[in-house]
């Protein structure tokens, strides 16, 4: 008995054990006694079993519905009869040969064989081994055959799993990517934030001085936001009073919007004072009839306004509007979040090197008499202080 060779995968590994519990088949067709007797004893040297037909008409049933390895064929058999049996069994069993036996071949008989499909010429003239090593060759080209159909039988299987679970496949590698997109996306911003928070600590930190500082923290807002009009209110002697401290107009000029700027300091800074939050208008309409001021300025403007806040104290409000047809990018607001404490520190650390600059000489007795004699003079006008003399000294 001479079993497959070793096998790819569970399933040739099952195949392969199952042929190995029965030998080898070989279906003899056209001998008379003698030379059966001559081949059997060949095939016996390669464990084969053998079983003889007198005709080509069961072959192709045998060859199909049994395990049979190898067909072997009298040379007394015409090879024209052959030819199509061959031919059908490369298409139902390509991996069971046929060989013609007999006497030695003549006259271009094992070239017509070959041609007619036969493998093999097993000639009844050589020794008994060279026979058998033929036969095994045969045999053999069979089962690398047959491993061969296997594993193409398994590569199948393996792409019709594969196409079955393509699709859940890919929907998850796109989600994945659009998880990692997202993600360097995120972290790009944090990236950019970061930078750009740097950069406007280095531009304001050595601003001492109220212009200077509104300047310089209106020109790098104007980097990230475009063309604008902006505008800056700064907190008085009391917490409901506000003054402008820097406007810059884009498409509304101070003197058309002279108005709104005043109601925005009556009204709309004390309470954003009060909180913490980004506020947007994207349409104005409604904000612009609760304040009660001209609506031309605002018409068809999109409005951004925002406290900066030092701890619990309110150290300016800022408001961006310009016309709908050039929106803010909603990106804008992480880079507002981010920037305004930095204004708020730095304007915090201006008022307390302007309290630490009021320091002055002690006064004479004569002085301070006379500062006495003066302060009902002064009672009414402190009275309608609203904090700009700070705004003025700062």
Known sequence: MIPFGPQDGDEGMAANAERSTNRMRALCVGFDCMSA???????AMQGVEGA?????????????????????????VSLEDVAPLATQMRRVAPAVKIVVAGDSPRDGMLLRAVRAGVLDWIDFG???????????????????????DERVARLKGICRKLGETRGEFVRQMDSLGADLAQAAEEVKGRVDEAASVGEFRGLISQELDVEDLLRTSLQYMLTKTGATNAAVFLPGSKPSQFGLGAYVHYDCPRASAQAL?????????????????????????????????????????????????????????????????EPFRDELAGIIDALRPVFAAQMAKLVRVHHRSNFQWPKTQ?????????????????????GESWRRAA
């Open 366 to 386: 004569a002085e301070s008499a006379d500062d006495v004699s003066n302060d009902a003079s002064n009672d009414d006008t402190d009275s309608d202080d609203d």
């Open 261 to 325: 700027l005043q109601r925005l300091s009556d009204d709309v800074c004390p309470r954003l004072a009060e909180t913490d939050d980004i506020v947007r208008f994207a349409d104005t309409a409604e904000f612009v009839q609760s304040l009660g001021v001209e609506a031309s300025v605002l018409e068809d403007s999109e409005l951004i306004a925002w406290p900066a806040r030092d701890g619990d104290e309110c150290m300016g409000v800022f408001f961006l509007f310009r016309n709908r047809s």
């Open 126 to 148: 050589a020794a008994d081994e060279d026979m058998s090593t033929r036969i095994a060759a045969a045999l053999e080209l069979g089962r690398e055959e047959r491993r061969r």
């Open 37 to 43: 007797v001559r081949l059997g004893h060949v095939l």
């Open 52 to 76: 003889y037909e007198d005709g080509l008409a069961t072959v192709l049933g045998q060859v199909v519905s049994s395990e049979i390895d190898l067909v072997v064929v009298s040379d007394g």
